[in-house]
């Protein structure tokens, strides 16, 4: 019997004690208040108590024009929102990081901290610059327009409806761009001499050398920012409240899901806040996130080949 | 054993001081406030003119910080913590501490018989069948001027829509003046003072805001859209790139003399002052043909009230009906030029600005903003519904009937007299 016991494993209390500090702070500060909201948009408040309604405000949101038309036109602004970082935050990012890596570049740690730099910034502090240089009045984008004859191509462009939106995109990919560039630089120097060597060897180089070899290696990292994308762009909010405000100005065309969940949820101005249905937009954009998440993990990341070295 | 004598010394320590401090009758009044920028104007000169009068009174003025107040406020309110005398905003935040029990009911003060029922409106009930706080002061709209720039395009004050109008040309053909100081990047102001500051004109004032409560007009009705015809022709006399102009653009742009007009509140004023090195003076909206009544937006802003559980509800009494008379009326106004008090008392003011402003009350009648009372409760939200419709109006991309038809369609959905 007493051989049996020693056999058997030990139960390892180490893992549970290990664990127990993260897994704590995490369902208090995460997993508690997601599902206290989850269950916060199936209520009501009448008279100051809670009823709860089941999906009815599930069904006022997408069921009401007045909800319905401000949360497809949230949704679409932040389609909009994250197809730009698509296009041209990680685009760039890559072709940094690629120009970063090239070995015979000289004071590349200098280019990569200048545009690392943004992204520590403050919001405040990228919303109130960018607007800053954009305003028509001192700002001197439309100096600096004027100085090589560019003059009529200024417009105010974050106080028109059609531009708004994108000058805002373009702001956070300039502030964000760094974060791309950091992960495919890091990747791209994982990549081993030897590899690349043998490339050579078979005469491939330069340009062909990133497409056939560097790329296909840089896969799974590109996915891994492109999920982290669009996490952030869906849960963002920050810059388009410090340069717009609530009302995310001109006319709803900058009024994305993290600005429509703030009003509602906290009110503005006369309008009183109301929880419940801010639950209910937060719960919608939670369910937004997990489909896409899931799309990315269950669809495309086990496609994609990873190579061993 | 031990406890019960300390509980009886406790008790007889407590009769004492009471008895002590009915015998002084010093009470002492503690205000809530969100004025924290007025700390030393209460300090120095509405409390010691106060106590002055009032022996035995003594009066403590405790702000918090305004973005804090509402919250703090009502914390302490429920927790019994309060102070006396209670700061109240307009309307709704004020009403909903009413019908919570935290305020007392003021109606039969006599203090109260200084107010019109307009400057009541702000902190009584709907059916004004109970007012909860004594009315301090009003903010009124207007149009701000730089007279230096008037003097030199040779235009006059212009009282009617299409003098106002021939000012603004003549001031744009000229060239050195922006003529007007507005952008549409913060929205508010151009609900703020342009749809409610010229709007009074064409729904007739109260008339016009108390039909619409009822239910009697429509915000499709030609009254509620011809402000918005108005702001639509403003655009062309606007700086350029005047949609991404920011409120601070706007003061600034007025202030270092680049523009002439600058559509306002009152409450610019003490800025203003400041920062301005040339004349200013102020006209009310022009109406839109000689000989027609004028309108203006006086618009209630603060008041004060009473916590209905304080303990020395009849020196708080005192200290309202002193609220209410000629005396604070003046200290209050002549202290934050640009506040006007909202008693039918004759108030000397110095500030010349401010005398401009406020002179319009003889002249025009008064109205408060057509969004802020009950209409702004439900969902759409009609004030910044407002704001968006005004900034519309303003780029042309929505048309006034169409702005008019959406604000009503809004207004319907939720509120009943209106479906």
Known sequence: MATTAENRPKFRW???VFLAPAVLVYTAVMIIPLFGTLQFSLYTTIDNTQHFVGLDNFRTLFGDPRWSDSFWNALGNNAWFFFIHMVVQNPIGILLAALLSHPRLRMSAFYRTTIFIPTILSFVIVGFGWKLILSPIWGIAPSMLDAVGLKSLFAPWLGKEAYALTTLSLISVWQYVGIPMMLIYAALLSIPDEVLEAAECDGITGMSQFWKIKLPLILPSIGIISILTFVANFNAFDLIYSAQGALAGPNYSTDILGTFLYRTFFGFQLQLGDPNMGSTIASA???IILAGVSVYLFLIQTRLRRYQF | MKNQILKGMLLASTILVSAGS????????????????????????IIPAFEADNPGI???????APAEYNAVLNSKLDAGSAGDLITCRPFDASLSLYDKGHLADLKDLDGMKNFSPVARSGWSTDDASATFCMPMASVIHGFIYNKDAFKEVGVEVPTTEAEFFAALDKIKADGNYIPMAMGTNDQWEAATMGYNNIGPNY???????????KGDQKLTDEAWVAPYRQLAKWKDYLGDGFEAQTYPDSQNLFTLGRAAIYPAGSWEISGFNKQADFKMGAFYPPVQKAGDECYISDHTDIALGMNAKTKNAEAAKT???????????????????????????????EDALAQDFVSWRGKCKSSIRSTYQILSRGTPNLENETWNASVNAIKGTESPEDAGKRLQDGLASWYKPQQ
């Not at chain 2, 003594?58 to 918090?64: A, C, D, E, M, N």
């Not at chain 2, 729904?203 to 409560?213: D, N, P, S, Y």
């Not at chain 2, 008379?325 to 202290?335: L, Q, R, T, V």
């Open chain 2, 319 to 349: 200290f309202l009906n002193w609220v209410g008379s000629s005396d604070f009326a003046s200290i209050y106004a002549n202290s934050l030029p640009g506040f006007f008090s909202l008693s039918n008392h004759d108030v000397k003011m």
């Open chain 2, 22 to 45: 009915a015998f002084a009758e010093d009470v002492t009044l503690t205000i809530e406030s969100w004025r924290n920028d007025d700390l030393s104007i209460w300090q120095e000169k």
């Open chain 1, 14 to 16: 180490h893992i549970i």
């Open chain 2, 203 to 213: 729904w007739k004032g109260e008339e016009g805001r108390l039909a619409l409560i």
């Open chain 2, 58 to 64: 003594k009066v403590k003025f405790t702000p918090s």
């Open chain 1, 285 to 287: 954009m939670f369910f």
